[in-house]
């Protein structure tokens, strides 16, 4: 764990490595008070718990061959059920982060561009089937947007726009505390890979919005999280300078290839020729 001179007197401590389901299952940390980090070992998406004054809320319900394993340890670790969750927000609409919504009745939450993407149950980006998951009949009760502001009693979440991995993916910013979970927007010495619903630029551009926030602790979906406001803006430019490359590195390719050489991409409906 990264440390820094601005680091609070809390310190962030395993709760319970599940001996359970093994590899295929959390590791549960509390990273601050009232809030729990379901890390996932292997593929998957990790799960956070906000226990609030108000509303008790998680980010993200993670693939659904690793639920029995969250189950466990809420129950066993932690004293709640899943009926004692009384809102999910997706961060984004890939498979990974959506699965196991299958499994709360409350009141599920995510950005208007992957509330369209879930409810449409749209292959191409959630991916479901290719891994060998249904996402059938999910739904999302509250499209959000960027400003919106989640009360939970003691803590806010703000939602802040950040698409680039995909054009739903959204970021929760604590703006009083100045903590943020950041989904798969920004992540630990990596950069995020981009997918058919997704923009390179747009995710440069979702990095230099985060990068005007006071954030002081970023919690990602995968990888380690990093404590300490020096360390957060170091990665984020870290980011945008590695983002940057690739992109230009896409461009120079293409300006490469004669342009006789060049075809448009193929149509996503199947169609004899493009309109073009």
């Known amino acids: 764990m990264t440390q820094d001179n601005e680091m609070t007197s809390f310190k962030p401590r395993l709760i319970k490595e599940d001996d359970l389901y093994g590899k295929e299952g959390?590791?549960?940390?509390?990273?601050?008070?009232?809030?729990?980090?379901?890390?996932?070992?292997?593929?998957?998406?990790?799960?956070?718990?906000?226990?609030?004054?108000?509303?008790?809320?998680l980010i993200d319900?993670?693939?659904?061959?690793?639920?029995?394993?969250?189950?466990?340890?809420?129950?066993?670790?932690?004293?709640?059920?899943?009926?004692?969750?009384?809102?999910?927000?997706?961060?984004?609409?890939?498979?990974?982060?959506?699965?196991?919504?299958?499994?709360?009745?409350c009141t599920i939450a995510a950005h208007r561009w992957a509330a369209t993407k879930i409810e449409h149950t749209d292959e191409l980006i959630t991916k479901g089937r290719k891994w060998g998951v249904d996402l059938s009949d999910l739904r999302i009760n509250i499209w959000l947007e960027d400003r919106n502001i989640i009360d939970l009693g003691n803590i806010f979440l703000k939602v802040v726009e950040t698409p680039g991995h995909t054009s739903g993916c959204i970021c929760l910013y604590e703006p009083f505390k100045h903590y943020i979970f950041t989904g798969d927007t920004l992540f630990k010495g990596a950069i995020t890979n981009i997918?058919?619903?997704?923009?390179?630029?747009?995710?440069?551009?979702?990095?230099?919005?985060?990068?005007?926030?006071?954030?002081?602790?970023?919690?990602?979906?995968?990888?380690?999280?990093?404590?300490?406001?020096?360390?957060?803006?170091?990665e984020i430019a870290s980011s945008i300078d590695n983002a940057k490359m690739e992109l230009n590195n896409f461009v120079n390719k293409i300006k490469s290839r004669p342009i006789e050489g060049l075809r448009p991409p193929p149509s996503l409906y199947d169609r004899e020729e493009e309109d073009l």
């Open 26 to 57: 959390y590791t549960l940390n509390l990273i601050k008070p009232n809030i729990y980090q379901f890390e996932s070992r292997g593929p998957g998406s990790h799960v956070y718990l906000i226990i609030g004054d108000s509303l008790n809320v």
């Open 61 to 105: 319900t993670g693939i659904i061959t690793k639920f029995n394993s969250f189950n466990y340890l809420l129950t066993n670790q932690i004293g709640l059920s899943v009926e004692d969750i009384n809102l999910v927000i997706n961060t984004h609409e890939h498979f990974d982060h959506i699965s196991s919504n299958a499994y709360f009745h």
């Open 195 to 234: 997918y058919e619903s997704g923009s390179i630029s747009e995710y440069i551009n979702s990095l230099q919005i985060l990068n005007t926030l006071k954030i002081k602790e970023f919690y990602p979906s995968h990888g380690k999280y990093i404590i300490g406001e020096n360390n957060v803006k170091n």
